[in-house]
């Protein structure tokens, strides 16, 4: 069975850190871009970041740049993105998911996960 597996979510206070995973089983992660994607309360889901499969591309939202940091590690197959100074605005549930590359739309990538909440609050 072809999944994706988030994992590492949780309750922190703001300014705390969290480093989400994102596993892939089934297959290999290493000819995919990933994306990180996440859904506040009541809003649509957006875009947070994105790695290229192999061009060592990594994209961001302007709204985590400078706090989250993606990347990779083909041999465990599993991408993962490191958040850092997390603020209330950042709770959500973040889903992965892979694409072709990272400049395709949100409706363009496949093998979603089922999410992991984060929740910032003091």
């Known amino acids: 069975q072809v999944q994706l597996v988030e994992s590492g979510g949780g309750l922190v206070q703001p300014g705390g850190s969290l480093r989400l995973s994102c596993a892939a089983s089934g297959f290999t992660l290493d000819y995919y871009a990933i994306g990180w994607f996440r859904q506040p309360p009541g809003l649509e889901r957006e875009g947070v970041s994105c790695i290229g499969s192999s061009d060592g591309t990594k994209a961001y939202v302007d709204s985590v740049k400078g706090r989250f940091t993606i990347s990779r590690d083909n041999a465990k197959n599993t991408v993962y993105l490191q958040m850092n100074s997390l603020k209330p605005e950042d709770t959500a549930v973040y889903y992965c998911?892979?694409?072709?590359?990272?400049?395709?739309?949100?409706?363009?990538?496949?093998?979603w996960g089922q999410g992991t909440q984060v929740t910032v609050s003091s």
């Open positions: 998911a892979t694409a072709s590359n990272c400049r395709v739309a949100q409706s363009d990538f496949g093998s």
